[in-house]
């Protein structure tokens, strides 16, 4: 009986885990999967958009003339400010940490990105459901005026995932549409993370 009882509980929990280990979802009309089959996520692009060579980063940008482009990185959290809970916030939710992680990342970015300005954000948005922060910044490299939008979620107390746009400031509107769908079509897969 006991064996009986334990090949149940065995063959559910396995069912369980086989069966939530990954989201399916289908490529929306219009898009191509750009993320590897290793990636925690599926990330979608315009069809007419070139994938990158991927080394742990999803990559894929415009064309051979417009190099605007969309990345998605997933940074494991090393730093543990990021779930500092601020007075008065006693339930705080995926915003405050991904609010965290942006003050370390822009000072980063201040000390290092030559121009950098921040245009708007920290801004409460959502990633696949999930609470999310949207940042806008400028910075110049060799004369170039480069405008980005970031997105940057927490999940699990354990990774932040980034998914910037990165484009010319005078090309930036142009592909703005695309980017905005990326990001309404990025789906996170369910079970463990990878």
């Known amino acids: 009986m006991r ?4 090949s ?3 063959a559910a929990v396995f069912m369980l885990l086989c ?3 990954q989201t399916k979802t289908d490529t929306p009309s219009g898009m191509k999967l750009a993320s590897v089959e290793a990636a925690d996520y599926y990330m979608y692009v315009p069809d007419s958009w070139e994938i990158a060579d991927q080394d742990g980063v999803t ?3 415009v064309s051979i003339a417009d190099k605007s482009n969309v990345t998605c990185a997933r940074y494991t959290i090393k730093n543990d400010a990021v779930f500092e809970i601020p007075a008065g916030n006693e339930k705080p939710d995926g915003v405050v940490y991904a609010e965290n992680y942006w003050l370390g990342y822009a000072s980063e970015l201040e000390a290092h990105l030559p121009g ?3 245009i708007s954000g920290p801004a409460a948005t959502t990633l696949d459901g999930n609470s999310a922060v949207r940042c806008k910044y400028v910075a110049t490299f060799s004369g170039v005026n480069y405008n980005f939008d970031m997105v940057i979620c927490i999940r699990e107390r354990m990774f932040a995932y980034l998914i910037t746009y990165t484009a010319e ?3 930036y509107e142009a592909n703005l549409a695309s980017f905005e769908k990326i990001v309404s079509e ?3 897969q369910t079970g463990v993370l990878k």
Do not use: E, M, P, Q
């Not at 064996?3 to 334990?6: A, E």
């Open 116 to 118: 950098y300005r921040l």
């Open 59 to 61: 990559s894929a940008y």
């Open 8 to 10: 149940v509980v065995l």
């Open 3 to 6: 064996k009986k009882i334990l």
């Open 19 to 21: 069966g939530c280990a």
């Open 186 to 188: 990025f789906v996170f």
């Open 169 to 171: 400031t005078s090309k």
